[in-house]
């Protein structure tokens, strides 16, 4: 456990000496002065909390690349979290018991804060007093209904949409449809870290208790491009990034001068390589787990320049960086050699399955989101390069704030707390979805097997607002729902008013895949019809379906094709019954080549405002341009 040769070993041996001198001092020896003694009643506290703090950072594993800076910065982090999360874990039981009335203090709370601002007093918000007022003098929201607000606020007009001046106004990804603007206050973020991350980081230490010391983290995030609005405000993505994570740089694996770096390919680049040159890396981190599986993809480009870059303790001089950026990498680099054999060791064994855990042994888990649209690729990452390494979505987040907690790390599929404290919220049966102002059910109300489209009332002046996620409750925790993530409302398919659900086809297409063993499926999207030329063998609409698998060299047989329409019908009657008709035409599959939706992923980053952070695969394709990108890739037809 400890190491006679670590200097904090000695360190807090010193502290301990003189520890006992000093309480000898104060309890022993007579007849001298105040000061002397008050100085050493000052000291004794002092001597023997340091010395609890150097055997309680000795005891913990710590990267090589760590200094003794870093180390104290870690180390204060990782305490100052698992502390804070503790009291507000115990916050979040206590109004889990109580749902109803926390709710209401919530939402009242709410409306009184912003009843002075132009939209409380247009909506008279001083005259409500119960949720059920709530709801009848305030209308079902889009996010059209706040553009014109949004766009005052961003000319610098104050007390708009709320009584506290925005610090970001954040970009959505724009999964389902074009990215809105939303703005996001201080408080607002404050509240995300305090009930969001500090519960998940709590939960996760409950959990995996050997995460709990001063190994680095590698993360794959990358510095977004801002800009200004009129008033000076920053224009960008509020999703993690190392812009909104500064206090928190020191306990990942790429120096901060990797973060400088805007472009994402020299940028993943950096963090592989600071990643690789720590063996003894202790967690993978990203928002989304399709980022890491990506980022493995890219190891298998360059790990040989990356071998050679570790046993020479230089960064490739090729790397399209600054050279400032590049003294300071060097600087934190040191030549390894041994490292950079065991890198070309296991990468030459050529099996991808469990390859991480094989480059760093003492890797223990991988943070990212694994629900929704990243179900397929942390299920890719579980079954091959990250086999035997569990994998913990912490959150339930959107820009519009923080939706969810998952304080069951080792439950998949992975199942949200309702953040109770952060969001007011209302539910509306998902039959009733299509309307436009359908009755709603507060969180007392909801039914454990039922699906809802969740409304949400913010902290940054979103009020019964639609953003668009379908969840379902599994559970509940004391009184407050559990659920599971199912898709966004826009991300269905409907030629004939079927609305096929998201989640609906990934459960056919991923039961029809299975059969396909060893060939895996990669990655895949949907287009309807009507936005290709294509029309088939009728008039009657149909499914375009996109689909890459691992291995491209064989192309998939027509039973292989038609066994998914096969399954799809067996799984939704309204389908089936539109087939049997023939109102509906079968799905026609595309199998395009490997690294195409790399290829949409770099398209749609580089012709939208979403950051590399933010960006999720599309399940339903929406535009044009989009789908070019897939139908230049295919590689043969049914």
């Known amino acids: 456990m400890f190491r006679l040769g670590d200097w904090k070993v000695w360190c807090g041996i010193l502290h301990l000496v003189l520890l006992v001198y000093l309480l000898h001092y104060l309890l022993c020896v007579p007849n001298n002065s105040l000061v002397s003694k008050l100085w050493a009643g000052v000291l004794t506290p002092v001597c023997g909390i340091s010395a609890i703090l150097c055997f309680d950072v ?56 912003n009843a002075e601002t132009q939209y409380g007093r247009e909506y008279k ?19 059209s209904h706040y553009e014109p607000y949004i766009q005052q606020m961003m000319k610098g007009e104050e007390k708009v949409l709320t009584s506290r001046q925005p610090v970001i106004f954040a970009v959505t990804s724009g999964t389902s449809g074009k990215s809105s603007i939303l703005p996001m206050t201080k408080h607002q973020g404050f509240m995300f870290f305090i009930q969001g991350i500090s519960v998940a980081y709590h939960s996760l230490l409950k959990t995996f208790p050997e995460n709990n010391n001063l190994q680095k983290t590698l993360k794959f995030f990358y510095t977004p491009k801002w800009r200004k609005s009129e008033c000076g405000i920053l224009i960008g ?72 870059d570790i046993e020479r303790g230089e960064v490739d001089p ?30 030459k064994t050529g099996s991808k399955v469990g390859i991480g855990k094989r480059l760093w042994p003492d890797c223990n888990l991988i943070l990212s989101a694994d629900s929704g649209s990243f179900d397929l690729p942390a299920k890719i990452l579980r079954e091959t390069y990250c086999e035997g ?84 409750v599994v559970d509940f925790y004391h009184q407050c729902p ?55 063998d009728s008039y009657a609409p149909f499914y375009h379906l ?26 939704s009657y309204v389908y089936e019954s539109f087939r049997n008709k023939g109102s509906i035409q079968p799905i026609k599959v595309h199998q395009v080549k490997v690294g195409t939706f790399e290829e949409l992923r770099k398209f749609t980053i580089d012709n939208s405002q979403a950051s590399a952070n933010q960006y999720k695969v599309p399940r339903v394709l929406k535009t044009k341009e989009a789908v070019s990108v897939l139908l230049k890739n295919v590689m043969n037809e049914l």
């Not at 539910?427 to 059910?441: A, G």
Request: glycine fraction near 4%; charge should be neutral; include cysteine.
């Open 318 to 347: 090729k790397l399209n960086i600054d050279e400032s950026v590049r003294k300071e990498l060097n600087a934190a680099l040191t030549p390894n050699p041994e490292r950079a054999n065991e890198i070309r060791d296991v990468m």
């Open 546 to 571: 996109f689909l890459e698998v691992d291995d491209d060299s064989k192309p998939l047989t027509v039973d292989q094709r038609e066994m998914i329409d096969k399954e799809l019908c067996s799984r």
């Open 237 to 308: 993505p509020n999703s993690s990034s190392p812009t909104n994570s500064k206090h928190l740089l020191n306990i990942y694996s790429t120096p901060k001068a990797g973060f400088e770096i805007l472009r994402e390919p020299e940028a993943l680049y950096v963090h592989l390589l600071f990643g690789l040159a720590d063996k003894s890396l202790g967690m993978l981190e990203a928002n989304f787990s399709s980022l890491i599986l990506s980022s493995f993809d890219a190891l298998y480009q360059y790990w040989s320049d990356i071998a050679d």
């Open 125 to 143: 918000f001083l005259e409500i007093h119960t949720r059920e007022e709530y709801v009848k003098q305030h209308p079902l929201t889009y996010i």
């Open 389 to 472: 390494i569990p994998i913990y979505s912490p959150l339930y987040a959107a820009s519009e704030g923080l939706l969810g907690l998952n304080i069951w790390p080792k439950n998949h599929p992975s199942r949200y707390l309702l953040a109770v404290q952060s969001m007011f919220l209302e539910f509306i049966p998902v039959e009733h979805s299509t309307e436009d102002q359908p009755s709603t059910l507060f969180m007392d109300q909801v039914e454990k097997g039922e699906e809802y489209e969740l409304v949400i009332t913010n902290a940054s002046g979103f009020y019964r607002y639609r953003f668009g996620d379908i969840v379902k």
């Open 482 to 536: 559990v659920i599971e993530f199912k898709h966004r409302k826009g991300q269905f398919l409907n030629v004939r008013g079927e609305k096929t659900s998201e989640s609906l086809f990934y459960q056919a297409l991923t039961k029809t895949t299975s059969a396909w063993f060893p060939r895996k499926l990669l990655n895949y999207c949907c287009v309807e019809s009507l936005l290709i030329e294509d029309k088939g």
């Open 58 to 113: 000795a005891r913990r594993k710590a990267s090589s690349s760590h200094t003794f800076r870093s180390k104290f910065d870690h180390y204060i982090a990782i305490a100052g979290l698992s502390w804070v999360g503790w009291f507000a874990r115990r916050k979040l039981d206590k109004c889990c018991k109580n749902v109803t009335e926390t709710q209401n203090k919530l939402l009242l709370g709410r409306l009184k804060e």
